[in-house]
Structures are given as structure tokens and as C-alpha cells.
């Protein structure tokens, strides 16, 4: 009779649960799978149970990978051209660094103290697996845009020689966003190119993405303006393009439509630029004005002739030469050194740069091929570009020369790029 009464007392109780909504409502059974969908899901999990075994093996292998030796050649060619650009720097720069700070070695010692990090940095970067940077690229790319777009606002980028080109904090610190900027393109656009293949064979996915991403950058470095920082990343960025497998016409147009803008500017037709171009056909029609700058490097160079007139003993050097220990810091070398000497100098850079590609050639795989050739390729144009024009050879135009130009946000990254293609050779296949 309990037992009824219990059973009784516990139905209420249901009921009003329902009622209520507390009680759970049974789930709907599911149809039992079909064998064919049971084959299909198990094959799918062993496609993923595949991949993923996949990934762990190649990312172990990575690991093992980067612990190998790196390209010793390639680093002691690194470590010789900053530590000559240390010594050419201290010999170019103790005049105006005693005129404008009243301290012989204050360039110098700036110069050491970033270089000395750099090297650093390069070490630590060797030996991180280079392919950690693909998780990085995008956000990089994007970081580095919005700084160019902070350095055009007055107040935050700071105004020197008629460029806003810095950001900083008074005289204390400052940093160029351009030189980020280059670094930044040449990862992202190597990881983007390396997992397309035979996509970038068609307009849409090997050439719009990236000519919208140069057009950006192009436009917001020309507001600074920076027109050499603009060159240099838009011939990275091409030249990236070409070795991940864009069809050659649309290289043969770009470089036809470069020429032909060139050719017209050079003949008069287009305004802009006609006074640096003139200056660059004969600087002697204006030698104490526009021609001014060229005309002094071209005389620091004659009075080098073979031999130079010694290691510290350039007379050019003493406030007749502007940015003697900058951009035209190459025109010192050679009054000083000599042609021999520089070279010499000339060579170790070759040497750095074919060992550099030979890397590149020899690089694991095809997102490790393609950020050495692109830093490896900037650093070629820069310093082709830099003599260039302190020879006369080029127009005008404001562009240092790699290691030995003061600059401690340009060494810093410079070191930083060397870095990265030790990080490579580390996984070379040979």
C-alpha cells in the first residue's frame, strides 16, 4: 500500500515538472548512420589523423632543421662590412661630429652601440626557425602601414631636410617606419607567394593583391616623400613577384613603362624632377647651388686617384662634403682608400650578395627561398643605388649605403634581414 502510494506521489511529481518546463524533454533519436556515411567519416578522420601527423613530423623536422650550422661565409662577410663601415664611419664623421656636438666620436659611438645590438639581434634571429615568421607577416605588414600613416601627422613624425620621415622622441630616440616597412614586405609577401604556386601564374592572385599593397605603400612614402625607400620596395617587391612565377610579359611591360617614364623625364616631357635631372647631366652649371652636393663628391673621388691619400686624411670631408657620413659617406671611402680600395670594398659586398642568392638557391623550401632573394635583392639595390649616385651615375637622390651610412634604426634592421638568411642557411639542402 506504501509502495502504490510512493508510486502515486512520484507521478504527481512528473507532472508538475512538466508543467512547469523543468522536466527534460527526451532528445529525438538520431537515424542510425548509413555504411556509406560511416566509411566516409571514418576515411575523413584518417585524412586528418594523416595531416596532422604530417605537420608534426615537418615541424619536428624544422626543429632539428634549425639547430644546424649556419652559413659561416655569409655571417664573416657580414661581420667584415660592418666592422669596415664602423671604421669609415668614425674617419668620415669625427669633422661635423665635432663642428655640430662638439664630441669627434659621437656618430661613431651611436653608430657601435646599434651595431653592436644588431649583431646580437642577427645571432638570436640565426637561430630562430625562420618559419615562425608566417605567423607573424600580416600583422607586421599592417603595423608598419599604420606608423607610415602616424609619421605623415605633424606632431608625431618628425620634419628634417624637408621629409617627415621619422618618428621619435625629440633628439633621444627616433626610427625611420620605412625601414620596417621593407622588412615587413619582404615577409609577407614571401609567405603569400610560397603557398600559391601555380596561382600566381593568373592576374587576380599573382599580381592584383600585391600591386594594391605596393600602391598603398608607394603613395603613403612619396607623401614623406622617401622617392629611394619607394623604389627599393617596389623593386623587392617585383622582383619576389618574378621568382614566384608570374608570367614574364607583365615583368617586360612594368620594366618597359618604367624605362619609357624615364626616358621622358630625362628628355624634358615630363616636368617633375628636371632640375635633379639636370644637375645630373652637368651638376658643374650650378656647382655652388643645386649642383653642389654632386660636384664635391665627384671632386672627393678624383682626389682619391689609385691608391687615396690615406685612412683618415680626406680634406673633403672637412664641411665640404654634405652627408659625407651619410648617404655620400662612399665618396670618403674612395678619396681615402683610393680606387683599390674601394674596390675592394665593392667586392666584399659582391661576395655577400652571390652568397646571399646561393643560399637563397639552396633553401629548404620555397618560403625560405624567397625571403633570402628578397633581402638579399633590396640589399643589392641599395647598394648599387648609393654608389650610383655618389659616382654620378644616377640622379640624385637620398639613399644609404648598407653598414656604412650612420643610422641606427637602418643597421638594426640591416643586421636583422643578415638574421633571417642565416636562419635559412641553417635548413639548407646541400
Known amino acids: 500500500m506504501a509502495e502504490a502510494q510512493r508510486d502515486v506521489w512520484r507521478r504527481l511529481r512528473d507532472a508538475a515538472d512538466v508543467l512547469r518546463g523543468k522536466a527534460a524533454v527526451p532528445a529525438p533519436k538520431e537515424p542510425s548512420p548509413t555504411p556509406e556515411?560511416?566509411?566516409?567519416?571514418?576515411?575523413?578522420?584518417?585524412?586528418?589523423?594523416?595531416?596532422?601527423?604530417?605537420?608534426?613530423?615537418?615541424?619536428?623536422?624544422?626543429?632539428?632543421?634549425?639547430?644546424?650550422?649556419?652559413?659561416?661565409?655569409?655571417?664573416?662577410?657580414?661581420?667584415?662590412?660592418?666592422?669596415?663601415?664602423?671604421?669609415?664611419?668614425?674617419?668620415?664623421?669625427?669633422?661635423?661630429?665635432?663642428?655640430?656636438?662638439?664630441?669627434?666620436?659621437?656618430?661613431?659611438?651611436?653608430?657601435?652601440?646599434?651595431?653592436?645590438?644588431?649583431?646580437?639581434?642577427?645571432?638570436?634571429?640565426?637561430?630562430?626557425?625562420?618559419?615562425?615568421?608566417?605567423?607573424?607577416?600580416?600583422?607586421?605588414?599592417?603595423?608598419?602601414?599604420?606608423?607610415?600613416?602616424?609619421?605623415?601627422?605633424?606632431?608625431?613624425?618628425?620634419?628634417?631636410?624637408?621629409?617627415?620621415?621619422?618618428?621619435?622622441?625629440?633628439?633621444?630616440?627616433?626610427?625611420?617606419?620605412?625601414?620596417?616597412?621593407?622588412?615587413?614586405?619582404?615577409?609577407?609577401?614571401?609567405?603569400?607567394?610560397?603557398?600559391?604556386?601555380?596561382?600566381?601564374?593568373t592576374f587576380r592572385e599573382g599580381i592584383l593583391p600585391y600591386l594594391k599593397i605596393m600602391a598603398v605603400i608607394s603613395v603613403l612614402m612619396l607623401l614623406e616623400p622617401h622617392l629611394s625607400g619607394t623604389i627599393l620596395i617596389l623593386g623587392t617587391g617585383a622582383v619576389l613577384m618574378l621568382v614566384g612565377g608570374i608570367q614574364l610579359r607583365w615583368v617586360l611591360g612594368a620594366v618597359g613603362g618604367a624605362g619609357f617614364v624615364a626616358l621622358l623625364m630625362i628628355k624634358g616631357l615630363i616636368p617633375y624632377g628636371q632640375s635633379r635631372i639636370a644637375m645630373w647631366k652637368n651638376p658643374f652649371i650650378d656647382p655652388q647651388n643645386q649642383g653642389y652636393q654632386l660636384v664635391q663628391s665627384l671632386i672627393s673621388i678624383g682626389s682619391g686617384g689609385l691608391f687615396g691619400v690615406g685612412l683618415g686624411k680626406s680634406r673633403q670631408k672637412f664641411l665640404y662634403l654634405p652627408e659625407e657620413h651619410n648617404d655620400f659617406i662612399f665618396a670618403v671611402v674612395c678619396e681615402e682608400l683610393g680606387l683599390i680600395g674601394a674596390t675592394l670594398i665593392m667586392l666584399l659586398f659582391a661576395a655577400m650578395i652571390l652568397r646571399g642568392y646561393w643560399i637563397a638557391l639552396h633553401a629548404r623550401d620555397r618560403f625560405g627561398s624567397l625571403l633570402a632573394t628578397g633581402v638579399i635583392t633590396q640589399m643589392a639595390m641599395q647598394t648599387f643605388f648609393n654608389i650610383g649616385v655618389v659616382t654620378g651615375f644616377l640622379p640624385t637622390t637620398g639613399i644609404s649605403l648598407p653598414f656604412f651610412s650612420y643610422g641606427g634604426t637602418a643597421i638594426l634592421i640591416q643586421l636583422a634581414e643578415m638574421g633571417i638568411v642565416l636562419s635559412v642557411s641553417r635548413q639548407m639542402k646541400l
Not at 671604421?87 to 666620436?105: C, E
Open 37 to 201: 556515411r560511416l566509411k566516409a567519416q571514418k576515411k575523413k578522420e584518417s585524412r586528418d589523423r594523416q595531416v596532422r601527423e604530417k605537420l608534426r613530423e615537418q615541424e619536428r623536422e624544422s626543429r632539428e632543421l634549425a639547430s644546424g650550422p649556419m652559413d659561416m661565409p655569409f655571417c664573416l662577410l657580414v661581420l667584415l662590412l660592418t666592422a669596415v663601415g664602423l671604421v669609415m664611419l668614425l674617419s668620415a664623421s669625427f669633422p661635423w661630429a665635432y663642428y655640430k656636438r662638439q664630441d669627434p666620436t659621437y656618430f661613431f659611438r651611436l653608430q657601435g652601440l646599434f651595431a653592436l645590438t644588431g649583431i646580437c639581434f642577427m645571432l638570436i634571429i640565426s637561430r630562430v626557425n625562420y618559419q615562425r615568421l608566417r605567423g607573424i607577416a600580416k600583422l607586421f605588414l599592417m603595423v608598419s602601414v599604420v606608423l607610415l600613416v602616424l609619421v605623415l601627422i605633424p606632431g608625431i613624425g618628425k620634419l628634417s631636410h624637408n621629409a617627415r620621415r621619422w618618428i621619435g622622441v625629440g633628439n633621444l630616440f627616433r626610427f625611420q617606419p620605412s625601414e620596417l616597412v621593407k622588412l615587413a614586405v619582404i615577409i609577407w609577401f614571401s609567405s603569400d607567394i610560397s603557398r600559391k604556386r601555380e596561382r600566381m601564374r
